[in-house]
DNA sequence: ACCTGAACACCGTTCAAGT
DNA sequence: ACCTGAACACCGTTCAAGT
């Protein structure tokens, strides 16, 4: 009787996919991609290296896993009570909120074949860009220009996150956009003109609120496109 | 006399940062960058992999130098003498083009930190905008649309070109996108409801006229921008 | 000042052997 | 069917020793 109710202890649950796929995001969140070994894995899920590939085909199947969990919990479940345009804001905040709080998101993102997180992005994104009543001929170019933008900050972001860790890691947000602003600042006033003027507006600006500046400029160009 | 005139050997030239980041690119351009090792680098160079540490810190800063070095090239040398808006098409061909030919740049590019590559088309992308009558505080946020987009697209493009050579290798072009879009038509039809109607779209297009049409999404936005 | 190359401390992945 | 863990074939990087 005992013995057939008492629960297996928790080091001993079967390996399992989602295990694993769950292990790697904590790993990842916590010692960044270079901690993301198969050895600390293996010791994190009490097993070797090699039971890994029992359930998974290699490092590169298991990052894209991990991406596409995490993106895939980001997408709205049912249509949007909204404007499409707020949708798309929210979608795409989504995205960005994910990359913030896991910054490796933002490399696999870029670095994924046309496969499963960005396809679920790419299609929440044509969705409303159709209610938004874009003609059918224009609907794909309008999705794409919104992902790779998307994509794009996402990348960037993730590389300053890492530049962050790397170079000043107990110094503030505010601090870090300064260092920035001042080295922009210190350009070669010839060869970097426009962007040692807008030096002032890296210390100032909030990313998310820039970022959504972005896609309301391509928004704005959905909007007001010339037919052809 | 003759010892004088005579030319030093190629392979006996003192090494150099140049002369190894010009190997680096070569090694990128033909065995892509898994093959980009510090040993395989020191044999090109016929010296040991130690050597290289004298003239670089380390991998990363070597990867960064490549990217530099031929990202720097497209870059215009002068003031454009076309519309700003033409002279953003021809910088964003040039980097797309650059990516084309050296698809590790795309990774690299959304890696790198705000450090020089991205800066230097930053700086011509601001320019530019400057130069379609942008107000100044809207500037900054145009100049990152577009870099932000570029970039994204250059990874995705990097991305394929990887998925297409670990794949499908011997595979035209065309019959890629044919089984992308095959791929596509073969999905959810109630989940990816969207990307199915778009499958077709997908055959057809041509990844140049796309990047340009995306381009012209965000110009159109900046120049139908409401003014706040 | 610059180069050499063995050595260190790791990797991802495989695979015979176990259960 | 699934797990184990030693072993293989590599890496990037360091560093004493040379010139």
Redesign the pocket.
Known sequence: MATRTRRTERREE??SRERIVEAAIELLDTVGERG?????LAERLT?????I???VT???ELLGAATDAVVAGTMPAGPADTTPQEAIRVLALGVFDAIETHPWIGNQLARSPGKSPMLRVFEHLGRQVQALGAPPAFQFTAASALLNYIVGVGGQNAADARAHQARTPDTGRTEFLDNAAAAWADLDPVEYAFTRGVAGQLREHDDRTEFLAGIDLILTGIAHRQPG
């Open positions: 079967p390996l993301l070994t198969f050895r600390a097993t070797g290296p090699g039971a590939y029992w359930h290699g490092k590169d």
